[in-house]
């Protein structure tokens, strides 16, 4: 069963990528490339930091898919214990019922205990939801309020399509594409609808290019219907079965 998803597609004015013109020096605190969003506050202990670079040199073998625009992603790099983490707040504020967040990930090899993802954090701080995968495990987590749950979904250094759709209720909905494969589809309950900002991180997933991690293209969508799937352009969706599971905030 194969269905094509195609015919106009309604970009939001929220949106940025490691293509933009913010970025010809280097990714450094206080950029701002895009419009829609507020400016980088990139963080980083020794060992760790950020640049701009082809995330096709991750992986093994250093010749992996990529989540390139213009040649460039997004870079982190951590090491003996560091940790590097880039947040960005969303101008508008928080993401209301029917909005979409949109983003490229490609970790590249993390060695065991390391931590390579992201969170969707309010203005405090606080994580409402993160995705991630850790070395030494055997598929990517999805974590709400402290309770982890694995997706099912297998390592890839191919790079992942994340699609986070905000539903009524503090319901969330998730889609996860891995490059060249089929969408699972998650939803759960959250804490508290209050996301108005995203955190990237690279926890010590190790040295050298292989290990460095990549991220890109990030979006706020305001139309649900069919838009995100089409935002990095038409998209064919083959096995549509989607994996279905639930998560919820404990109280």
């Known amino acids: 069963m194969m269905a094509v998803i195609s015919g106009p597609i309604a970009y939001s004015a929220v949106t940025d990528n490691a293509g933009n013109s913010a970025y010809s020096d280097g990714w450094q605190n206080g950029d701002n490339g895009g419009s829609g969003f507020g400016a980088w506050a990139l963080t980083s202990t020794a060992n760790s930091g950020f640049f701009i670079g082809n995330s096709a040199n991750n992986g093994t073998g250093g010749n992996s898919g990529n989540i390139n625009t213009s040649g460039n992603s997004w870079g982190l790099f951590a090491n003996s214990g560091g940790l590097a983490g880039a947040v960005r707040p969303f101008s508008a504020g928080n993401l209301a019922v029917g909005q979409q967040f949109l983003i490229r990930?490609?970790?590249?090899?993390?060695?065991?205990?390391?931590?390579?993802?992201?969170?969707?954090?309010?203005?405090?701080?606080?994580?409402?939801?993160?995705?991630?995968?850790?070395?030494?495990?055997?598929?990517?987590?999805?974590?709400?309020?402290?309770?982890?749950?694995?997706?099912?979904?297998?390592?890839?250094?191919?790079?992942?399509?994340?699609?986070?759709?905000?539903?009524?209720?503090?319901?969330?909905?998730?889609?996860?594409?891995?490059?060249?494969?089929?969408?699972?589809?998650?939803?759960?309950?959250?804490?508290?609808?209050?996301?108005?900002?995203?955190?990237?991180?690279?926890?010590?997933?190790?040295?050298?290019?292989?290990?460095?991690?990549?991220?890109?293209?990030?979006?706020?969508?305001?139309?649900?219907?069919?838009?995100?799937?089409?935002?990095?352009?038409?998209?064919?969706?083959?096995?549509?079965?989607?994996?279905?599971?639930?998560?919820?905030?404990?109280s």
Do not use: K
């Open 105 to 250: 990930m490609d970790n590249g090899n993390i060695q065991s205990g390391g931590t390579v993802g992201f969170g969707l954090q309010n203005s405090s701080g606080n994580n409402r939801f993160e995705f991630f995968f850790v070395g030494g495990g055997s598929s990517y987590t999805i974590n709400i309020g402290g309770v982890s749950t694995s997706t099912g979904i297998p390592f890839t250094a191919n790079g992942l399509t994340l699609v986070f759709t905000q539903e009524s209720a503090n319901g969330f909905s998730l889609d996860v594409t891995p490059s060249g494969g089929s969408t699972s589809h998650f939803t759960g309950t959250m804490a508290a609808s209050d996301i108005s900002r995203v955190r990237l991180f690279n926890s010590n997933a190790g040295n050298n290019a292989p290990n460095d991690a990549f991220f890109n293209s990030i979006e706020v969508v305001p139309e649900p219907v069919n838009t995100a799937l089409g935002v990095f352009g038409v998209v064919t969706l083959c096995s549509v079965g989607f994996r279905r599971l639930l998560f919820h905030e404990r």
